[in-house]
């Protein structure tokens, strides 16, 4: 069975900082990886997925995400953070073959961005 | 424009009183989900759907109980029988239960047991 280590539950960042928000996730498997964004009081919202291919996946929101197989990993990046951006945000994996589709989350990180 | 309708937003039950969650999608999704969400947990799977008149346990079933009549409706019931139901439920939905597949999700509803 796969699950997810988001390994900050809190950042806080000053406004226009970068910031990185790291998962880790354990599967005998292949994966699919995700981040996920939720506003206060609001379900959640895709930030970007990996699927195949290319390591580094953009999303939405100038955000992005780097696999890395070997560290297990799927760190979430974004190079200047606005106030904005102040949500919690979920790493997510399944297994990419057979007949197990689960999404298993991760417990999230607060982002705090502070003027 | 498209999207997971759920209501109530905001929900208050006495105890051992049952109430009903409800769920709309207008995405034609075959699949629907039903999640939990307590602060500091992530989310955890209580039921999911792949196609009308069928369902799933996910991970904690326990005291709830779902129904899939029709294909953009998924209503969720929390029992009696549940004995912590206090706790913020969000439904989602996909074009399948496949692991690639991207979920969709409402805007959730907040439980509280008076």
Same mark, same amino acid.
């Given at each position: 069975a796969q699950s997810v280590t988001q390994l900050d539950s809190q950042v806080p960042v000053f406004e226009e900082a970068p910031v990185e928000l790291r998962c880790n996730y354990s599967s005998s498997v292949s994966v699919y990886l995700f981040w996920y964004v939720q506003y206060p009081n609001q379900g959640l919202q895709l930030l970007l997925k990996y699927l195949?291919?290319?390591t580094l996946v953009k999303g939405i929101n100038g955000f992005e995400a780097e696999f890395n197989k070997s560290q297990t990993s799927f760190h979430l990046r974004k190079p200047s953070v606005h106030i904005s951006d102040t949500a919690e945000y979920f790493c997510a994996v399944s297994e990419?073959?057979?007949?197990?589709?689960k999404l298993t989350f991760g417990k999230g990180t607060l982002l705090t961005v502070n003027p | 424009d498209g999207g997971i309708t759920q209501s109530p937003k905001y929900l208050f039950r006495k105890e051992g009183q049952n109430v009903t969650l409800s769920c709309e999608q207008n995405?034609?999704?075959?699949a629907m989900y039903w999640y939990r969400q307590d602060p500091g947990q992530g989310l955890r799977l209580i039921y999911y759907s792949q196609i009308v008149n069928d369902f799933q346990k996910g991970d904690i079933a326990e005291g709830y109980s779902v129904s899939r009549e029709k294909k953009e409706s998924f209503p969720l019931t929390v029992t &009696?029988?549940?004995?912590? !139901?206090t706790a913020f439920y969000l439904c989602a939905s996909s074009r399948?239960? &496949? !692991?690639g597949n991207t979920i969709y999700f409402g805007e959730g509803s907040w439980l509280t047991v008076v």
């Open positions: 195949s291919g290319s990419s073959g057979g007949s197990n589709y | 995405l034609n999704h075959d &009696s029988a549940q004995k912590n !139901p399948a239960v &496949s !692991p």
